[in-house]
């Protein structure tokens, strides 16, 4: 063992120095190679930096994985009994959604049945358990619909919603008789884009609100919604009147795993006689496949690029080996064994690549601190975003592979040169 021991630390000591003595062929080496490992670096880099944009914003939609997420009809007897169960609780949050207008009274609004701004779904008839539905009368005015979402806490432990601008909801607060109200990026475009007056009317209350915008989140939804605080909600609507049916509300109820209000919100949903439809986040695994796809193409265009650069440090190490044939046959005729020989070479190559795979990942992690820097707030995806240290593995393990590929042939040219070279030399 420590004859081995004793070997390689020779190798990599004659391997240096052979460096050292060709720093112009060890140059050569490395610009050729370079490309091969940058490839493989900035593909690994991208490659991760796409799986977590892709996995942010799904994580804004339905959460984070492992989140459990528990969906019921949206009638009142399942909005008292999720409020009664998750009143107090930090592992539960409620959601309990309506329609909300805000703006003129009386008018219907620009975005009718809370399109996304600039569309028109057209419709926004209420229909009633009877059978008979109503059209919406009056003009379009200056109103705009949003889903309003009233929270029972704060929700951005299971949804990570990011702050655009002003705060969050503070549920630490006293309710106001006010209710605040945080948009999403979509309704604070059409506020943006229309001057309406700051009144709400949502159906069951008994006046329309007059509420107060405290901010702005991305939510990854596409259409107008607005979150407030649910005790805020119900100071204005009679008891009973929270969820009506006839607006296609919502009621869900995100909890973490293994928590007991599970059981016991499960139990009155059904001695209530309703259904309730429960789902586990796993965002990562239903991608996987699409995330293993993306890897292999990218990965294959980037080793097609690696084996040119090998190729290249196998020609300049036949070359090296072949003007070296008579220093390779007197380390021989003087006792060097073959393996000795071949681990020169090796060395040589492998502190090649290694030094290759520090520079490509140093000009990697270089150039995307550059772009985070000058493109960071215009593109979300490059906001706030590290060098991912798995392309940094990925950038040693390509220089170590093209260090070994490229390598290993010259180290059995070396090890095969006979003594009598030297000696007809």
Not at 255 to 262: A, D, I, K, Q
Request: glycine share 12%; charged share 20%.
């Amino acid at each position: 063992m420590m004859r081995l021991s004793g070997r390689f630390r020779s190798s990599l000591i004659i391997g240096i120095q052979g460096i050292r003595a060709r720093k112009l062929r060890t140059l050569l080496s490395m610009v050729s190679l370079f490309l091969g490992v940058l490839a493989v670096v900035v593909v690994q880099a991208g490659a991760s930096i796409a799986e977590r944009a892709l996995l942010s914003d799904l994580e804004l939609t339905y959460g984070y994985d492992g989140t459990r997420t528990i969906g019921m009809p949206p009638e009142q007897k399942a909005a008292d009994a999720v409020l009664t169960s998750v009143k107090g609780r930090t592992d539960a949050v409620a959601g309990i959604s309506m329609q909300g207008i805000i703006g003129e009274p009386g008018v219907r609004p620009v975005n009718e049945g809370g399109a996304p701004i600039g569309q028109d779904w057209g419709g926004g008839q209420v229909c009633f358990a009877d059978g008979h539905c109503e059209e919406p009368s009056g003009p379009k005015g200056a109103a705009v619909e949003v889903r309003l979402t009233a929270l029972t806490g704060d929700i951005r432990q299971f949804r990570p919603f990011r702050t655009v601008s002003g705060t969050w909801l503070d549920f630490t607060t006293v309710p106001s008789m006010a209710p605040r109200l945080v948009l999403n990026q979509e309704a604070a475009k059409g506020f943006r884009q229309y001057q309406v007056p700051a009144e709400m009317r949502v159906r069951g209350t008994t006046a329309n609100l007059t509420p107060r915008f405290v901010g702005v989140v991305d939510d990854g939804g596409t259409e107008p919604r607005a979150y407030v605080r649910v005790d805020e909600l119900a100071t204005w609507m009679p008891p009973g009147k929270l969820v009506d049916p006839n607006t296609a509300g919502e009621i869900n109820v995100m909890l973490r795993p293994g928590s007991p209000v599970e059981q016991v919100l499960t139990a009155k949903i059904k001695a209530a006689g309703l259904e309730t439809y429960v789902n586990d986040v796993n965002n990562r695994e239903q991608q996987e496949d699409q995330l293993r796809l993306m890897r292999l193409v990218f990965f294959s265009m980037a080793g097609l690029v690696l084996l040119i650069g090998v190729a290249g440090i196998l020609n300049v190490g036949l070359a090296t080996v072949g003007e070296r044939v008579e220093e390779f046959a007197l380390r021989r005729a003087v006792g060097t064994p073959r393996s000795l020989l071949a681990g020169i070479v090796l060395a040589e190559t492998l502190l090649t690549g290694l030094l290759t795979a520090a520079a490509a990942i140093g000009a990697s992690a270089l150039a995307l601190k550059a772009a985070t820097t000058l493109a960071g707030n215009t593109h979300p995806i490059l906001d706030n975003v590290q060098f991912p240290w798995e392309a940094g593995v990925a950038g040693i393990i390509a220089g170590i592979v093209a260090g070994i590929l490229g390598g290993f042939v010259p180290a059995l040219r070396a090890a095969g040169i006979p003594i009598a070279t030297v000696m007809r030399a």
